[in-house]
Structures are given as structure tokens and as C-alpha cells.
């Protein structure tokens, strides 16, 4: 892959995060920053996103430090790749109504998550119904992108839509005034879904009011050994992956093989087939334990230090601005706006 190849990804600060962050997005930033594939790496806690539904803004100052501290513990090196909150570099936001200014509203109607909250639109009754915000995200994802000129986009399988929503707005704004935005390109990552811990067929998430749904980044061991040892499983014989069947027995062997590197889970149920649930279990929750541990202590170490933090995340966003702003003075250049 040439040296010039520009990755561009990001996550909303929702505090730390739990397992099912980690092994679909955090797990790959270091993989990618760590193996010299790419020529720089911009990773963005993407805080205007969050702004969708409103927060309470003390909280979302925590949740976001929380954010920094856990991918920085994780292994992305500011040093090597550029971590920034997103609402300290103005560009998105310019480029965020310029993209919006071309977008055909039909392009945004046929967006599956924004169908989605059409059919649960009790949710925001109180609110007044569903929010602006809601609608135009797509833009906003697709301005993070394109502002860097990223060539390469890590995404999981349920947000190709977004990048593919990406794709076909750089091609065009390419039309309509010139060519400044190459095609990003998907990277699947290889870590299916994570599944909740009491429920195989939702996803984990931060959101499950019942917390022995997720693994936290910051469990304790013993917590972590509590939620795997009461995830349910099956009264079958032996240990399979087959999702169909036996959804809560594959959910635990693909978390073990995703954090034991190993492609396919088929291989950790070969690995476990003489195996009864509880020893299944404890090898997942000592494999869990074993990965989290070091990441939970130097989280710890850095929301204890949170002046250097926040030093961090400046000094990043000042090398994320100096390129947000000389991709902004072409794309001002190009439609007609002040290019300072």
C-alpha cells in the first residue's frame, strides 16, 4: 500500500468504553497505526456528533476525557497518530454545511439508522419529534472524511452505508466544481459484532441500562469473571460455534478469538471442544482479563493526570487544524468563500 495512504476514523465519546468498542474499532486503530501501512492516521473523538441528542454538557466533558484516556491506553500513540476532539478543528463544521448545501435530501431519507428512527418516533415525542441533527449526521461523517482527504476508512459491516453516502457526495462536489476529494476506500474490520452478554441477538452497547450486558474497559477482574460466568449459554454437549443455535456460546468464542487474534472462531471452539461451559467460560473471562488489565491501569494513570491530558489532545488538535485548514482553503477556494 503506497506511503501516502491517509486513514481518517472516529468514535463519540460515550465515557469508557466497553468491550464491543474496542475489539470492532479501537483493537484496529493500533493494529493500523502499529503496522506501517499508512502514512498518517487521524483518529477523532467526534464530539459534535454527540451533540444529536442533547447531553448534559458536564457529563459530555467527562465522557470525552474518559474516551481520550481509554484509546490512548489501548496503544494509539499521539506521538504517531493525530487524536483530537472533533469540535476543535472549525473545518468540519464549514465543510459540514458546504456538503450540506449539495446533498439531495432524498440521499438522506434513504439512510437505514435515520429510517430506523422514523419507526420509533415515540422515542422523541417529548422532544417535539425527531431531530434536524439526526438527519444531516450523514453529512458530518462524510465532512470528517473528506476534510483530511482520507484514501482508507475503517469501518464495521453496518456503517459501509455511510462511507458508500461518502463516496458518492465527494464525487459530487467533484462535479459540481472540481476535483479535490479522492474516493475513500473501506477497510472491514475483521472483528464481528459483539454481542450483549444477556441478550445474543442485540449488539453490546453502552446504552443497556443492565451492565452485565457489557464488559467495561475499566472492570475489575473479578467483575469481568462475574459477567462472563452468568452469560447464558446452552444445555448442548461439547463447545461449536454455530450462531444460529447456540448464540450465546459463539458470542463468548468470538470474543475469545478476537482477542486471542485468531480469523476465525471456528478455531477457538476447536481449540475448547472438549471443553464444558464452565472451563469454556473461565478460559474467556482469563482471556478477557488478561487483555483489559493493563489497558484498565493506564487509564487509571492518565484520568489521574488530567492536565497532561488535556495537553495531549491540544497538542494533536493543532497538527489535526494545520491540516483541516489548508484542505479548507481549497475547498473555499473552489466555492466561492473568503480563502485565507
Keep these: ?53 442533547p447531553r448534559d454538557p ?9 474516551m481520550a484516556a481509554a484509546i490512548i491506553a489501548c496503544g494509539v500513540d499521539p506521538q504517531r497518530s493525530v487524536l483530537f476532539r472533533q469540535s476543535a478543528v472549525p473545518a468540519h463544521s464549514q465543510l459540514h454545511w458546504a456538503l450540506g448545501c449539495i446533498t439531495p435530501t432524498g440521499w438522506l431519507n434513504r439512510m437505514t439508522q435515520w429510517k430506523s428512527k422514523l419507526q420509533s418516533q415515540s422515542e422523541l415525542q417529548s422532544q417535539g419529534g425527531l ?28 456503517q459501509v452505508q455511510h462511507l458508500e453516502f461518502a463516496r458518492d457526495l465527494a464525487t459530487h462536489f467533484n462535479k459540481t466544481y472540481a476535483h479535490l476529494f479522492p474516493l475513500p476506500q473501506v477497510i472491514l474490520t475483521r472483528s464481528k459484532r459483539i454481542m450483549s452478554l444477556k441478550d445474543s441477538s442485540r449488539k453490546m452497547s453502552k446504552s443497556d441500562p443492565n451492565d452485565l450486558s457489557r464488559i467495561n474497559l475499566n472492570d475489575s477482574d473479578e467483575s469481568i469473571r462475574l ?9 448442548i454437549p461439547g463447545i461449536t460455534f454455530d450462531p444460529e443455535s447456540r448464540p450465546g456460546v459463539s458470542n463468548l468464542l468470538s470474543i475469545y478469538a478476537a482477542l486471542k487474534d485468531m480469523p476465525d472462531p471456528g478455531e477457538a471452539a476447536q481449540a475448547m471442544a472438549s471443553m464444558n461451559n464452565k472451563q469454556m467460560k473461565d478460559a474467556v473471562a482469563s482471556a478477557v482479563v488478561d487483555a483489559l488489565a493493563p489497558i484498565r491501569d493506564r487509564m487509571r494513570r492518565l484520568l489521574d493526570d488530567p492536565s497532561h491530558l488535556e495537553q495531549t489532545l491540544r497538542d494533536n488538535e493543532a ?5 483541516a485548514e489548508q484542505s479548507w482553503r481549497e475547498i473555499a477556494q473552489c466555492v466561492g468563500l473568503p480563502h485565507y
Design 1 to 53: 500500500m503506497a506511503s501516502l495512504a491517509r486513514v481518517f476514523s472516529g468514535i463519540q465519546p460515550t465515557g469508557v468504553p466497553q468491550l464491543g468498542n474496542y475489539l470492532g474499532s479501537l483493537k484496529n486503530w493500533v493494529t493500523m497505526q502499529n503496522s506501517g501501512q499508512y502514512g498518517e492516521l487521524f483518529y477523532s473523538i467526534v464530539d459534535l456528533h454527540a451533540l444529536t441528542v
Design 58 to 66: 458536564r457529563v459530555l466533558r467527562k465522557e470525552t476525557m474518559e
Design 131 to 158: 431531530l434536524t441533527g439526526l438527519f444531516t449526521y450523514p453529512i458530518l461523517m462524510s465532512a470528517d472524511v473528506l476534510l483530511y482527504r482520507a484514501t482508507h476508512i475503517p469501518v464495521g459491516e453496518d
Design 227 to 235: 459477567k462472563i460466568r452468568r452469560a447464558p449459554t446452552d444445555s
Design 319 to 323: 497538527r489535526a487544524r494545520d491540516v
